[in-house]
């Protein structure tokens, strides 16, 4: 749907930060992940896929992280989905997979395993990623972080929002994984990215 910048009550906020070379900002938090560990093990479902689905939920929940920018104009996206990386399988290198969002736990984290399966060894298929209804997923299970970037081109008008998370390391007794956002000033402030982090801790318990 695209958005009426006159009647929009983001208006003042939207044009003054469209403009900046660089409006993307990067925010990096702990979560909390122990009973999501568990839970997930229980079932003997995969982290990856199934902090990938939450992620995407809460995402979808909130208007602010599904606005994009289309020949130059902002619209507002139905719903998001999921462009991640994946290792391919017997090396070191990874790939990019690019799957439609399902609202079914289960049936997402089937459908993203066999779309990668699919995909092979190609590194990324172009024609998936000209979409702009797109949220980049990474993680680095290898160590904690406390600081992120992203390889990029510097586009004012790409506003797709980028996560990544690390490795959960046991902190008195409880298992805090470092979780980063990257998203569009424009289209989402401080208390937009408050909120879906909150509301992602409390999908975790």
Known sequence: MKIDVNTWSRKQ????????????YTMTFDLDVTTFYQTVKQNKQSF???MMHHV??????????KYRF?????????TIHPSFTDLIEG?????????????????FIQHAKQQSIKQGSTFI??????????VYVTTFPWARFSQVSHAHIIDPYDAIPRVVWGKFED???RK??????????????????GMFIQHLQDSLK
């Open 171 to 173: 902190v008195n007794g």
């Open 176 to 193: 805090v994984m470092p979780f980063s956002i990257s998203v569009h000033h424009a289209f989402v402030d401080g208390f937009h990215v």
């Open 70 to 78: 289309v020949d130059k104009e902002p619209y507002l996206f139905e």
């Open 91 to 107: 090396t070191d290198q990874f790939k990019i997979v690019t799957v439609d969002y399902l609202d079914d736990g289960i049936a």
């Open 56 to 65: 995407m939920k809460v995402m979808n929940a909130i208007d602010n992280f």
């Open 13 to 24: 906020t939207f044009l003054f930060y469209q403009h900046l070379d660089i409006p993307m």
């Open 125 to 134: 298929d172009l024609t998936h990623e000209i979409r702009q209804d797109l």
């Open 48 to 50: 990856y896929f199934s």
